[in-house]
């Protein structure tokens, strides 16, 4: 059975973290959205079962998916490894195999049940490792190791709905949200706030950004319904900025 879905697939699975051997810290699976739509995957879950197993084990999602975007779900937490997630955008708990099991994408949150279970609303599936009894295709894809993850070819693009062609066991390199995107930096606060009441008129305002930014020429615009437009000097740090306006806001 081929599973429904294919716009957000699971682009790597990792169950050696932290063991004997491994630098990176946790388990993981990254998921890729392969497809030109934004996927909202709220309320989705990411699922683990072992090689032969019934038993699935559940790490719930939330968000959205830009096209070209990847997402990272840590898992349990090995003593040994010394290099730690980026940011992941989910956590759950789930220690993985580090050489064969199951990982499901799954369209909502309720725990699967059976060794096998393709099919809606089962979004992707990986068996990863030779000993895994479920998979997509011809086969699961190659055995893990400690060092090893399965890698989605295409840089996790390529889905044929066959885990043995799509997959490729590799360095593990997880991937988060941020990963090859430079988002646009936003104001997270103003002071005076809005709505703000008994400001004084020669107050000045700061504005404080997410991030540092640079800025030059008209990027801000001060007009009052008494005294009009005005100008303002700009200064401060490079995430909060500071205008002292020409005269008095009234």
């Not at 195999?97 to 994408?105: D, F």
């Not at 055995?143 to 044929?160: E, F, K, V």
């Amino acid at each position: 059975a081929t599973p429904a879905g294919g716009e957000v697939v699971i682009s790597k699975v990792y169950g050696g973290g932290g063991t004997p051997g491994a630098t990176v810290t946790p388990d993981f699976i990254e998921l890729y959205n392969r497809s030109g739509n934004t996927v909202n995957v709220t309320g989705w879950s990411v699922q683990y079962a072992s090689s032969s197993g019934t038993s699935w084990q559940v790490t719930g999602l939330s968000g959205s998916l830009a096209p070209g975007q990847y997402y990272l779900i840590q898992q349990a937490q090995g003593s040994g490894g010394t290099t730690p997630l980026p940011t992941p955008d989910a956590i759950g708990t789930i220690a993985m195999s580090g050489t064969s099991g199951k990982v499901a994408l799954v369209s909502n949150s309720t725990a699967l049940s059976g060794s096998c279970p393709l099919g809606s609303p089962v979004a992707d599936f990986v068996g990863y490792g030779s000993s895994a009894n479920c998979f997509e295709g011809s086969g699961p894809t190659g055995t893990l190791s400690n060092t090893t993850a399965a890698l989605r070819n295409g840089s996790g693009a390529t889905d044929t709905d066959d885990n043995a062609n799509d997959f490729t066991v590799g360095t593990p390199d997880p991937r988060n949200s941020s990963f090859g995107f430079d988002f646009a930096p936003f104001v997270t606060s103003t002071t005076p706030g809005n709505g703000a009441i008994n400001v004084a008129n020669s107050a000045n305002i700061i504005i404080t950004f997410n991030e540092p930014v640079d800025v030059a020429g008209s990027w801000f615009t001060i007009v009052c319904s008494s005294s009009g437009g005005h100008t303002a000097v700009a200064g401060g740090r490079p995430t909060h900025l500071k205008l002292q306006p020409d005269r008095e806001l009234v």
